[in-house]
């Protein structure tokens, strides 16, 4: 079965928590949507406390959307690693997800509509 992506704007309000941290609230999220993998809700980057986001040198490469670039997350008590991730330069299907990033949803970092 072929990958499918489609990405839509995400309706209402959307917040991302690490360590208890508001690090971002937006009304302007995307979804995106691919074949075999849970939704993943991107935030605007300027909707994002970037001053918690250190660069990774961590890279994947996904064949639907190109190459990622990795975060790790500065919370009061402890290092995220690689728990943030951004598409710099998309492939062109997926422009739309250009200049936001996507968080890994877990015990430490949440991502909830409110």
Do not use: N
Not at 11 to 21: E, T, Y
Not at 46 to 66: H, N, Q, V, Y
């Amino acid at each position: 079965m072929a990958e499918r992506i489609t990405i839509r704007k995400a309706d209402g309000k959307w917040v991302v928590r690490a360590g208890g941290a508001v690090l971002g609230e937006t009304t302007e999220a995307l979804e995106l949507t691919e074949t075999g993998h849970a939704p993943e809700i991107y935030f605007p980057r300027t909707d994002i406390a970037m001053a918690f986001l250190d660069p990774s040198e961590t890279r994947a490469t996904c064949p639907g959307k190109g190459e990622a670039s990795y975060y790790s997350i500065e919370t009061k008590s402890q290092t995220l690693k690689d728990a943030a991730w951004s598409y710099e330069a998309p492939k062109p299907e997926v422009e739309r997800i250009r200049g936001h990033l996507a968080f890994h949803s877990g015990d430490s970092v949440t991502v909830e509509r409110i």
